[in-house]
C-alpha cells in the first residue's frame, strides 16, 4: 500500500512514522509513506501557500494552484476516472465526516492514499469539490491542522494491512471492529472461534482454530477488559472467572463487561452493534443490577 501525505509540515511526520507498528510495515515492505512539501508547489519567492478568502473573514485559507499541482505530481488517477476501490484522495478537514473503524478498513483495502492536510480558516473548496473523493475529520473539535488526523489514519489504517500486526485476528477483536469486509465479500462473525453454540446459532458447521474459545471479537462494541499476571496485585485482584479455564465462562464474562463498559462509556454503538438475544439478555441485566 502506498500513502502519500501532502503537507507544510513534511517534518512533523518523522516521529509518528518512526516508530512501532508503522515503522515495522514499512522496514517490511508491506506500506510505503512518502511526505510532500506543499510549498514545493509554488512559485513565488515566499512560497505562498495561502491568500485571505473572498468575500472577507478571519483567517487565510490554502490556496487551490499547490494543492491541485502536488498531487497530480503523484500520477494519482484523475478524479473521474479513479477507481475509488484502488486509490482515493481524502482532505483532512472539520467539515468531514467522522472518521471511524469503518472509514479505516474502506481505505485499507486501497493501493494508494493520498491525504491532503488541511491548514489556518481551511482549504479552497475546490480542492474538496474537484480533487478529493471525500472529506475526512478524525472528531467533532477543531485542530490546528490535517497532520495530527493524518498521522491517526496512517496509523490506524497501516495497522489494517495483512502482516502489519503479528496476530491479524486481534484487530477483529478490539473496540469498534464490527467485521471487516474482505475482497471476496467475507464478513467475520463477532463470535468466529468462540463459543461452539454461537457457530450453530450462525449456522456454521466449521469453527475457525486462529482464537481461543474464549475469545469474542467486539461486534462494533467496546473492547472487553484485560488482565495479566500477577493474578493479585496490591490486593486488587484478577475477576475469578478468567482464571478457572472454563471457556463458555470466560466468554461470557467478557461479553457481558464489554457491553457494561459500551452501556456505562458509549451507548450510542449499541445502536450499530451486531446484537444478539443473548446480548439484549445481558443488558437487561446489567440494567438491573445498576439500580
Known sequence: MQIDIVTIFPDFFHGPLDYGIIRRARDAGLVKIETHDLRTFTRDRHRTVDDRPFGGGEGMVLKPEPIFECVESLEVVPGAERDRRKQSVVLLSAQGKRF????????????????????????????????????????????????????????????????????????????FAAGRESGAGHRPDRNAGTLPAAGIRAGKSVRPTSVPDSTCGSGGLLDYPHYTRPADFRSMKVPEVLLNGNHEEIRRWRRRSALAKTLANRPDLLDGAELDEQDRELIREIEASSY
Open 100 to 175: 471511524d473503524q469503518k472509514v479505516a478498513c474502506e481505505l485499507a483495502e486501497l493501493e494508494r492514499l493520498v491525504l491532503i492536510c488541511g491548514r489556518y480558516e481551511g482549504v479552497d473548496e475546490r480542492v474538496a469539490m474537484f480533487l478529493a473523493d471525500r472529506e475526512i475529520s478524525i472528531g467533532d473539535y477543531v485542530l490546528s491542522g490535517g497532520e495530527l488526523g493524518a498521522a491517526v489514519i496512517v496509523d490506524t489504517v497501516t495497522r489494517l494491512v495483512p502482516g502489519a500486526v503479528g496476530n491479524e485476528a486481534s484487530t477483529q477483536q478490539e473496540s
